[in-house]
């Protein structure tokens, strides 16, 4: 090795790790997209959760009606559009339970944290 060799690879080293720095803020960077990313999987996470503790809780139990009940809005029936040649069918259901919400809630403020 040359007395050039290792501080070569110590300045390429170096230039790497800015280069991931770099990169790493500009995708964490704060954005309503990123937010809506966080909500989404916090709340995915949530609900879950609460289908997880849906099944293992006891039955009929204090703990299974507090967080399991569940509110679903959504269009019911759905939308049908009927063409002749074309039939279109349109409509969704939330299913939101306690956990779901705080979920989202932590997906908020881990938003905030970063």
């Given amino acids: ?11 390429a080293r170096f230039g790497l790790y800015w280069q991931l720095d ?12 990123m937010l809506l990313l ?8 949530g609900g879950i959760l609460g289908e997880i503790l849906r099944v293992m809780a006891p039955q009929e139990g204090t703990i299974q009606r507090i967080f399991t009940t ?3 809005p959504g269009v019911d029936p759905p939308l049908v ?11 969704f259901t939330l299913k ?16 905030k944290q970063i």
Avoid at 1 to 6: A, R, V, Y
Avoid at 22 to 33: F, V
Avoid at 38 to 45: A, E, H, M, R, S
Avoid at 81 to 90: E, G, Q, R, S, V
């Fill in 1 to 11: 090795m040359t007395s050039e060799g290792p501080f070569r690879y110590r300045v």
């Fill in 81 to 91: 559009i009927n063409f002749i040649l074309l039939k279109i069918t349109a409509g």
């Fill in 38 to 45: 966080f909500i989404l999987i916090g709340g995915l996470l």
């Fill in 96 to 111: 939101m339970n306690l956990l779901t919400f705080l979920g989202m809630f932590l997906g908020v403020y881990l938003y």
């Fill in 70 to 72: 569940a509110l679903t």
């Fill in 22 to 33: 770099r990169l790493r803020t500009e995708l964490m960077r704060k954005s309503p997209w």
